[in-house]
């Protein structure tokens, strides 16, 4: 039986670390162990496990686990278009973390997130500030600044002549990536999953009040040590040796997606109302999030009655949220929520997938945000 090398099958258990503060009572001296209970074998943009920790009694012994692993984050690699992980992309990575390059590469894309925004480039001008040597990733691979360079040096500038790939996580992957090396490519990965588990902790933080009632509860950030060769061991940054993830509040239920065959045809009315009052909830603490679905919203049963159930609703996964910037207009907010329709992503689909089996939902958009929809002329 060929061997797994992804360290997520059932029964496994992993060793974390405790990133920062914690809701964890009593409050751990050192790692801790979990036990991995379910694997969740989806596509996704993070590793998600349900997990047993023997040791945190007083909040139950169950928790999900979120590991934002760029090796096995299925939905990532496919939209990035790089193949599943195998032994050979991990002798990739650790060599070129060996080399020193991956360090300096992951500095890079850290620094120019503007890379990501509607910024001039041609002011800015990052390229420039890194050494010659350290342009070059990788030996007989490409020297990623070339191409840049060339285009910046034109009449047009970067900036213009890349403005359709600007402000995608395809910018790089278009420019210049399609000749990136194994090493390189999982340094990119390494990145984007940074970024995710950055935004996923954001916003924990933003609706720390919605905690425990409309989303789960956050109950820690953690890491995950990865076994990284001895011999690379102490080399920088430390964050290369390791997987962030959060730890959180596991709800017992089932997604809004099954809700026909989950639920009783006279709760669903209220079941959706629900869903649609969390999404305004998130609204009103300045939360836009591009990943609102009925599959990210579970729904747990609060009263065990066979007479009368009554039923929590619960919006996950803020991994793709953003928060609203301090200078950001009402209009500019409100076009960009306008735009999104979280609302609608929960109540016009649910009225949609209802209809087919007969049930006629009541929807009415609140239409928070109609007076900054795009007119004929913008």
């Not at 995710?196 to 933080?205: F, G, I, K, Q």
């Not at 730890?247 to 109302?273: S, V, Y």
């Not at 009655?305 to 907010?333: G, H, N, T």
Request: aromatic content about 10%; hydrophobic content about 35%.
């Amino acid at each position: 039986m060929e061997h797994s090398i992804c360290p997520y099958d059932d029964g496994n258990i992993l060793t974390l670390q405790i990133y920062g503060e914690t809701n964890l009572h009593p409050h751990p001296t050192g790692p801790i162990e979990c036990k991995i209970l379910k694997y969740y074998r989806l596509s996704t943009l993070s590793c998600v496990m349900q997990v047993e920790i023997d040791t945190l009694c007083s909040q139950g012994k169950r928790f999900i686990l979120k590991l934002y692993d760029h090796r096995f984050a299925t939905q990532l690699r496919a939209d990035e278009k790089v193949e599943p992980f195998t032994p050979l992309h991990q002798t990739a990575y650790w060599d070129f973390v060996e080399s020193g390059r991956a360090s300096n590469l992951l500095a890079w894309l850290e620094e120019d997130e503007s890379l990501e925004e509607d910024k001039d480039l041609e002011e800015d001008k990052s390229w420039e500030r890194w050494p010659p040597q350290e342009r070059d990733w990788g030996q007989n691979e490409v020297h990623l600044y070339n191409k840049p360079l060339d285009l910046y040096d034109s009449e047009y500038g970067v900036h213009n002549q890349l403005q359709d790939l600007q402000g995608t996580d395809r910018f790089w992957k278009e420019t210049s990536s399609e000749k990136w090396g194994l090493g390189q490519n999982e340094v990119y990965l390494y990145s984007k999953c940074l970024d995710l588990y950055d935004s996923e902790c954001r916003a924990y933080d933003q609706l720390q009040d919605l905690q425990g009632n409309d989303i789960p509860r956050l109950i820690a950030k953690v890491r995950l040590p990865l076994a990284s060769p001895p011999s690379i061991q102490a080399l920088l940054p430390a964050e290369l040796h390791e997987i962030k993830g959060v730890l959180l509040e596991f709800i017992d239920g089932f997604t809004l997606l099954e809700l026909m065959e989950k639920a009783p045809k006279e709760a669903w009315q209220n079941i959706c109302d629900q869903a649609i009052r969390v999404v305004h909830s998130c609204n009103d603490r300045k939360i836009l999030n591009e990943d609102v679905q009925p599959s990210n919203v579970m729904v747990t049963t609060q009263s065990q009655s066979q007479a009368e159930k009554a039923y929590r609703v619960v919006i996950l996964d803020f991994a793709q949220c953003r928060i609203r910037e301090p200078e950001e207009s009402d209009e500019e907010w409100g076009r960009a929520k306008w735009v999104q329709d979280e609302e609608g992503a929960i109540g016009q689909v649910m009225k949609s997938r209802l209809k087919k089996v007969g049930f006629d939902l009541v929807y009415n958009p609140s239409l928070r945000y109609l007076e900054w929809a795009s007119g004929e002329d913008d």
